[in-house]
């Protein structure tokens, strides 16, 4: 099966950074690696829309469901994904806990614990991770890894964007601890010192789950590692700018481009080759 153009521009559109990486996976990973993200865009970008599209979203899961039967549901993103799981043998309860994480999106506004966030986390972000282990073959004692990348991605994505989630009116972020009341910019410009002290821990908590995610990379494959180095690089990349400087947030949505992420492959497969 090729890479089609419906699952590429889903995948492109939803992620610069890991989409610029990913294109460097051999080309039969790549592709499975592109279905996947087809399926979790698609899911996400119903519950993140405004308004939400929540029938659509429903539909999309009894969909879903209908296909593990072995049934075609004419929905290509749904049966391609279908045909995956089966082929990679993915545990249904992965992609049972990642809609479930996204119909949380649905109701569910503000994450007032690291336990709340991480409970989040786990659907939205670690089963990804655990996808993306049985995509690449790896062991299962690599999966505690990859689902802690997972995690620290999610993690730098809810730092990352603050303001954005602000205008949905959520926050994944929690506040206790803090004297803050809620992430607006005004609130920040009016307590500079606590919002500065905020960012600077999550994103020390950001690094602290990296580095166990990284102790994981020696299960990977050399033919794999430079995609995946290179996207945790691009993430820590991220989580520095705003450790620097918090209020940027406010300013920008901090990505790295392109050529800093393709100069990052070269960097990666020239220390692979070494």
């Known amino acids: 099966m090729e890479i089609s153009r419906v699952h590429r521009d889903i995948f492109k559109k939803g992620s610069t950074t890991y989409f610029n990486s990913s294109i460097f996976f051999p080309k039969s990973v790549r592709r499975d690696v592109f279905i996947l993200y087809g399926f979790v865009r698609v899911a996400d970008d119903f519950v993140d829309a405004v308004p939400q599209k929540k029938e659509e979203f429903l539909n999309f899961c009894n969909l879903y469901r209908q296909s593990l039967s072995g049934k075609k549901t004419d929905d290509f993103i749904i049966d391609s994904f279908a045909e995956l799981m089966e082929r990679r043998n993915f545990e249904q309860i992965w992609a049972e806990d990642f809609l479930h994480a996204m119909e949380m999106d649905l109701t569910k506004r503000n994450y007032d614990t690291l336990d709340e966030t991480i409970e989040y986390m786990h659907g939205s972000a670690e089963v990804i991770g655990l996808f993306m282990a049985k995509i690449l073959d790896l062991p299962e004692k690599s999966y505690f890894a990859a689902e802690r990348l997972g995690r620290a991605m999610q993690y730098i994505n809810f730092i990352r964007d603050v303001k954005e989630d602000n205008t949905f009116g959520r926050r994944y972020l929690p506040l206790n601890g803090y004297s803050l009341n809620n992430l607006t910019k005004e609130e920040a410009m009016k307590k500079k010192t606590e919002f500065e002290r905020f960012i600077k821990n999550q994103i020390d908590q950001y690094f602290e789950w990296v ?55 070269l960097k990666n497969s020239f220390r692979i080759k070494k």
């Open 211 to 265: 580095k166990e995610a990284e102790s994981g990379f020696k299960f990977i494959p050399r033919r794999y590692y430079v995609p995946i180095k290179t996207a945790s690089d691009m993430y820590k990349w991220t989580g520095l700018q705003i450790r620097n400087n918090p209020f940027i947030i406010y300013d920008v949505k901090v990505k790295p481009s392109k050529r800093r992420i393709i100069l990052n492959v």
